[in-house]
């Protein structure tokens, strides 16, 4: 059967092929302000050119968002191959001002959030020029991320907005809000189940693998504990409710309370998240990234910081004991389990860690074994990747020059390298997009596998299935929101609806 392609003005003849699922969502796009929820490869990149083909039919411009530098590089790149236009720009926050207020001009242009929303501010451009803005990412529209105020900017404007992601947050709150802040009064949605889009989906296989700690780890790990109880048990004899479970994010919600309401807490509440943060690398990450922390915390000032690193008998051994593990080379038992996977495993492997002091001993562990391999990470900080070298980066990776791309959380979002057949989480992250997003880099062209490295007896367990159950609230999230949606008969959305 021969392959059917799109035909629509502004789109070039053969480049894009014909499918129904995207063709329907995009004449939903147009219609009315829609947000796409789409599993990840299935080209809601896709969806944004027709909507852009029609808009640049009516003679109206286009503004394409996406949150990082690589994605809107590679929104820009797929345009300029698509488009047969040539006024296409890519904005970011290097490019000086001068040269911004000429991109401005152009009939479509991808950018970064934040350098759109200080522009918009300082009216070089106007929300009027534009007939349709896409958010990338959409998920991000919440509390102060710039998405947040360009959609403020937006308001009085005549704009067709189109929102995209892989997942709703499996919080209402949060759906909500999305929703709100980008005026959408529709919910365009498909899932892996759906009929037309089943013949396009690729199986991703998951296997979860166990490491246990070695002596040497269990006994800092025992240690760290003892210090984080000591200091749970002052904070219960100074009358906080604490939950049974120890749990880091009930600490952080104690912050302000205890700061304006409960001053006796301060120290012992600090000291504690201190600790958590601290047990939470070494669980998670191994000695090194535990160290490295140390450090950092050590130089800060603050509550208990003295008292912590240099009277705590449980801490002050756990990093005399850690110190002495790193000078017999004892790391995380995931390194090991890393090396074993990779010399077994032909093709092209995305390696996540949500740290850099990870990345840093997972990169050297791969050079090691003799694989290619490069890093993905953002640019701040001295150790940062600036945007011409994260792009170098993925295109060497794409041309197969690198076997294996070791990144952080700015790989997650929207990396398009079809022929990656491996996915490792090194670390789980309790969210249902984060989730979502990493594994959807693989499983694009041919069958995918997910592996997930997950340490016996830690924090890792525990943010395994919150990342799950998260997962399984987002599925039903949508319908729930059209459904909110649909029983509104007034024209509002959102939060509104639910009052």
């Given at each position: 059967?021969?392959?059917?392609?799109?035909?629509?003005?502004?789109?070039?003849?053969?480049?894009?092929?014909?499918?129904?699922?995207?063709?329907?969502?995009?004449?939903?796009?147009?219609?009315e302000n829609c947000i796409v929820v789409l599993p990840t490869g299935l080209g809601k990149t896709t969806i944004a050119l027709q909507v852009i083909s029609e808009y640049l039919s009516r003679g109206k411009d286009t503004l394409f968002l996406a949150p990082t530098k690589v994605l809107v590089n590679q929104h820009y790149e797929f345009l300029k191959q698509n488009l047969t236009i040539e006024d296409i720009s890519l904005i970011t926050g290097e490019d000086a001002l001068?040269?911004?207020?000429?991109?401005?001009?152009?009939?479509?242009?991808?950018?970064?959030?934040?350098?759109?929303?200080?522009?918009?501010?300082?009216?070089?451009?106007?929300?009027?020029?534009?007939?349709?803005?896409?958010?990338?990412?959409?998920?991000?529209?919440?509390?102060?991320?710039?998405?947040?105020?360009?959609?403020?900017?937006?308001?009085?404007?005549?704009?067709?907005?189109?929102?995209?992601?892989?997942?709703?947050?499996?919080?209402?709150?949060?759906?909500?809000?999305?929703?709100?802040?980008?005026?959408?009064?529709?919910?365009?949605?498909?899932?892996?189940?759906?009929?037309?889009?089943?013949?396009?989906?690729?199986?991703?296989?998951?296997?979860?693998?166990?490491?246990?700690?070695?002596?040497?780890?269990?006994?800092?790990?025992?240690?760290?504990?003892?210090?984080?109880?000591?200091?749970?048990?002052?904070?219960?004899?100074?009358?906080?409710?604490?939950?049974?479970?120890?749990?880091?994010?009930?600490?952080?919600?104690?912050?302000?309370?205890?700061?304006?309401?409960?001053?006796?807490?301060?120290?012992?509440?600090?000291?504690?998240?201190?600790?958590?943060?601290?047990?939470?690398?070494?669980?998670?990450?191994?000695?090194?990234?535990?160290?490295?922390?140390?450090?950092?915390?050590?130089?800060?000032?603050?509550?208990?910081?003295?008292?912590?690193?240099?009277?705590?008998?449980?801490?002050?051994?756990?990093?005399?004991?850690?110190?002495?593990?790193?000078?017999?080379?004892?790391?995380?038992?995931?390194?090991?389990?890393?090396?074993?996977?990779?010399?077994?495993?032909?093709?092209?492997?995305?390696?996540?860690?949500?740290?850099?002091?990870?990345?840093?001993?997972?990169?050297?562990?791969?050079?090691?074994?003799?694989?290619?391999?490069?890093?993905?990470?953002?640019?701040?900080?001295?150790?940062?990747?600036?945007?011409?070298?994260?792009?170098?980066?993925?295109?060497?990776?794409?041309?197969?020059?690198?076997?294996?791309?070791?990144?952080?959380?700015?790989?997650?979002?929207?990396?398009?390298?079809?022929?990656?057949?491996?996915?490792?989480?090194?670390?789980?992250?309790?969210?249902?997009?984060?989730?979502?997003?990493?594994?959807?880099?693989?499983?694009?062209?041919?069958?995918?596998?997910?592996?997930?490295?997950?340490?016996?007896?830690?924090?890792?367990?525990?943010?395994?299935?919150?990342?799950?159950?998260?997962?399984?609230?987002?599925?039903?999230?949508?319908?729930?929101?059209?459904?909110?949606?649909?029983?509104?008969?007034?024209?509002?959305?959102?939060?509104?609806?639910?009052?």
């Amino acid at each position: 059967m021969a392959l059917v392609h799109i035909d629509k003005k502004f789109i070039k003849k053969n480049s894009i092929e014909k499918r129904d699922y995207q063709v329907n969502l995009a004449n939903q796009a147009i219609q009315e302000n829609c947000i796409v929820v789409l599993p990840t490869g299935l080209g809601k990149t896709t969806i944004a050119l027709q909507v852009i083909s029609e808009y640049l039919s009516r003679g109206k411009d286009t503004l394409f968002l996406a949150p990082t530098k690589v994605l809107v590089n590679q929104h820009y790149e797929f345009l300029k191959q698509n488009l047969t236009i040539e006024d296409i720009s890519l904005i970011t926050g290097e490019d000086a001002l001068q040269k911004r207020t000429e991109y401005w001009k152009n009939s479509v242009i991808c950018a970064t959030p934040q350098i759109a929303k200080n522009d918009l501010d300082r009216q070089i451009v106007s929300p009027n020029q534009f007939g349709l803005v896409i958010f990338d990412e959409a998920h991000r529209t919440i509390g102060d991320y710039a998405y947040s105020g360009i959609a403020e900017r937006l308001k009085n404007s005549d704009v067709r907005i189109l929102g995209m992601t892989a997942t709703l947050p499996s919080e209402k709150e949060k759906a909500t809000e999305i929703l709100t802040r980008l005026n959408i009064s529709r919910v365009a949605e498909r899932t892996e189940d759906s009929s037309d889009v089943k013949p396009y989906i690729q199986q991703t296989d998951t296997e979860e693998i166990i490491v246990e700690l070695p002596p040497e780890m269990k006994a800092i790990q025992k240690l760290l504990k003892l210090a984080l109880d000591e200091r749970y048990d002052l904070l219960k004899k100074y009358g906080l409710q604490l939950s049974g479970q120890q749990s880091l994010s009930a600490l952080l919600r104690f912050r302000k309370f205890v700061l304006f309401q409960n001053r006796k807490c301060a120290k012992p509440l600090f000291t504690a998240i201190r600790i958590h943060y601290a047990l939470n690398m070494f669980e998670v990450h191994g000695i090194t990234p535990f160290l490295k922390f140390c450090e950092r915390a050590r130089v800060k000032k603050g509550a208990g910081v003295k008292e912590l690193f240099e009277v705590d008998p449980n801490f002050t051994r756990a990093v005399h004991l850690a110190k002495d593990a790193q000078s017999k080379g004892i790391e995380h038992p995931k390194i090991l389990k890393l090396e074993e996977i990779l010399q077994s495993f032909t093709g092209k492997a995305i390696i996540f860690s949500s740290f850099r002091d990870s990345v840093d001993i997972i990169i050297n562990k791969v050079h090691e074994i003799g694989i290619p391999s490069g890093i993905l990470i953002g640019k701040a900080g001295k150790t940062g990747l600036k945007q011409k070298k994260q792009i170098e980066n993925v295109q060497k990776f794409r041309d197969g020059e690198f076997k294996v791309l070791v990144a952080t959380r700015v790989g997650e979002e929207g990396l398009d390298i079809s022929e990656v057949n491996l996915v490792i989480f090194y670390d789980i992250v309790p969210s249902s997009i984060r989730f979502i997003q990493r594994r959807g880099r693989t499983g694009r062209k041919d069958t995918g596998k997910l592996i997930v490295l997950i340490a016996k007896d830690t924090i890792d367990e525990r943010y395994y299935w919150i990342g799950k159950r998260k997962m399984n609230a987002a599925k039903s999230m949508g319908e729930k929101m059209m459904a909110t949606l649909q029983k509104n008969n007034s024209k509002k959305v959102g939060l509104d609806a639910f009052l």
